[in-house]
């Protein structure tokens, strides 16, 4: 494994404020939440893939940013309606292994085929980037096989070798310097894993902070709080050089 499976640590953290500027609309049967740049262009844009908490505050507002430095951005609904909702998290009602079987590759990857087929063929996206968080972080690597073009993940989950390995684009990866699921071994294997994959890639270590910081950061914190916006900072920077 390149990333462990999830753990507790995943429905940890704290909900951002913000009001989400874009619209939440049914496409091919799958809610997708959609957030335009200023110049409405759609020659590029950013599949959102999210943690296990899908479409949240949290979720949208990141989307947002990508939208305000020119990327269309989409949110597919991975889950199906299905996600972890964070009163369940706050209440300890999170139950992993009755959850995580029901969202494989066979279940989440017709969500993200779709979204592709709808990008390219009634929105005309020439150039397509993915973000993944946590739990996302596997299907950037899943479809940086010629699917996608560019891609970038903050603390992957459950990633193998032999996808990290087969990548055909370039890959950014923001890790957490406390991290049991992207752990210190398993980041110095992937960086030999890419290596050998040939591809441009990059990884960058935020000290002082644990998985899911690039999403559920505690704002109040400032060092989370920059932590997790240089982390933004660093795909960005990703998508205007690659995308």
């Known amino acids: ?23 939440t609309k049914d496409v091919n049967g ?10 409405k262009k759609t020659e590029k844009a950013v599949i959102f893939l999210p943690d296990i908490f899908g479409i949240f ?6 989307a947002d940013e990508f939208a305000n430095n020119g990327y269309l951005t989409v949110i597919p609904d991975l889950f199906q309606g299905d996600q972890i909702s964070v009163e369940d998290m706050n209440s300890g009602k999170v139950d992993f292994p009755t959850w995580l079987p029901k969202h494989q590759p066979e279940n989440v990857e017709p969500v993200i085929d779709s979204t592709i087929k709808y990008l390219r063929e009634t929105l005309g996206v020439k150039k397509i980037g993915a973000v993944g968080y946590c ?15 560019v891609g970038y993940t903050a603390h992957p989950s459950f990633v193998t070798h032999e996808e990290l ?5 370039p890959l950014s990866i923001a ?28 990884i960058n270590l935020f000290s002082g902070v644990s998985h899911g910081f ?4 505690d704002l109040s914190d400032p060092k989370q709080k920059w932590a997790k916006e240089q982390a933004f900072c660093q795909a960005v920077g990703w998508f205007n050089q690659y995308l």
């Open 1 to 23: 494994m390149a990333s462990n499976a999830p753990a507790a640590c995943c429905a940890s953290g704290f909900r951002h404020e913000g009001t989400p500027a874009g619209e």
């Open 30 to 39: 799958v809610t997708t939440y959609i957030t335009y740049p200023t110049d």
């Open 57 to 62: 505050p949290n979720s949208q507002i990141l």
């Open 135 to 149: 739990f996302g972080g596997k299907y950037v690597c899943r479809y940086l096989n010629g699917k996608i073009d």
């Open 165 to 169: 390995g087969a990548i055909k684009g």
């Open 175 to 202: 890790a957490a310097e406390v991290d049991s699921i992207f752990t210190t071994q398993l980041r110095h294997e992937s960086e030999d894993t890419l290596i050998k994959a040939a591809q441009p890639w990059q």
């Open 214 to 217: 690039a999403v559920r950061a």
